[in-house]
């Protein structure tokens, strides 16, 4: 993680773990840490307006600190997997509209750092080499440049 620049090692930290929760990747897929989530996170956010990186982060450390709020008696990088899980089923249930909502918006920015590694892609069928190698035909076939 010595790469990142826009994300603290803390932040680094949280988003692997809620990744972790929402993707569920073992044993199947590989664990968020062998994969590039966190650095396409990074790059994600080092991208992103001042203001939209400031609402990020302040809700990767509510995120951090709501299993306390669910029941859990530590903070979410202290879970083991299965706590993480029942953390992430309560969060997603909350009454509030407004944590749902914030919680999807992180679910669905894990779910594309993660599955956007390629590796992952690899592992889940997907070859983006035949995929170019079909539309350069497709082009030629049709006489498009």
Avoid: H
């Avoid at 992952?120 to 498009?144: F, H, K, M, S, T």
């Amino acid at each position: 993680m010595s790469s990142l620049r826009a994300l603290t090692p803390r932040e680094a930290s949280i988003f692997a773990c809620v990744c972790d929760a929402v993707v569920a990747p073992e044993p199947v897929l590989p664990p968020v840490r062998e994969t590039d989530a966190v650095a396409a996170f990074d790059d994600w956010m080092t991208r992103a307006p001042a203001l939209n990186r400031y609402g990020m982060r302040a809700l990767l450390y509510a995120l951090e600190l709501s299993p306390l709020a669910t029941g859990a008696r530590t903070r979410l990088r202290r879970l083991d997997r299965d706590g993480r899980a029942r953390w992430l089923r309560a969060v997603e249930g909350a009454p509030s509209g407004q944590v749902r909502l914030m919680t999807k918006l992180v679910k669905g920015a894990a779910q594309l750092c993660y599955y956007g590694d390629d590796r992952v892609l690899a592992r889940c069928g997907y070859d983006p080499d035949a995929n170019l190698r079909r539309g350069r035909a497709l082009r030629i076939a049709e006489g498009r440049p």
